[in-house]
């Protein structure tokens, strides 16, 4: 069981990167992204429920970023709109095992490598 999570790189502000992340080995009842910028503490971005019919953002990124899955292949998506320098960070994605509308970090027990996205201004 393992997550491979890509698609960092370097970003103009307000443009429009997507993060994957393939989710292999067995299935989950919540995936999540989250990041983490130097010298703060790692914070959830968006987390989903398995199916998709349930997702929760942080503030600072609602309207502009979207978590989706694809059944297909097992792949969870950030898309992100309307980058800014603040949201320069290592991203990371992350599955749980569990899922309840109010899910924390300290649920998620898998977590892939991170990709960082650096946004210039």
């Known amino acids: 069981v393992q997550l491979q999570a890509c698609g960092g790189g370097f970003v103009q502000a307000g443009g429009s990167p997507r993060l994957h992340c393939v989710a292999s080995?067995?299935?989950?009842?919540?995936v999540g992204w989250f990041r983490r910028t130097p010298g703060k503490e790692r914070e959830l971005v968006a987390v989903?429920?398995?199916?998709?019919?349930?997702?929760r953002y942080t503030d600072s990124v609602k309207g502009r970023f979207t978590i989706s899955r694809d059944n297909r292949n097992n792949t969870v998506y950030l898309q992100m709109h309307r980058l800014k320098p603040e949201d320069t960070a290592v991203y990371y994605c992350?599955?749980?095992?569990?899922?309840?509308?109010?899910?924390?970090?300290?649920?998620?027990?898998?977590w892939g490598q991170g990709t960082l996205v650096t946004v210039s201004s």
């Open positions: 080995g067995r299935t989950f009842s919540g």
């Open positions: 992350a599955a749980s095992a569990t899922w309840y509308s109010g899910i924390k970090e300290p649920d998620f027990g898998l």
């Open positions: 989903m429920n398995w199916r998709g019919a349930m997702k």
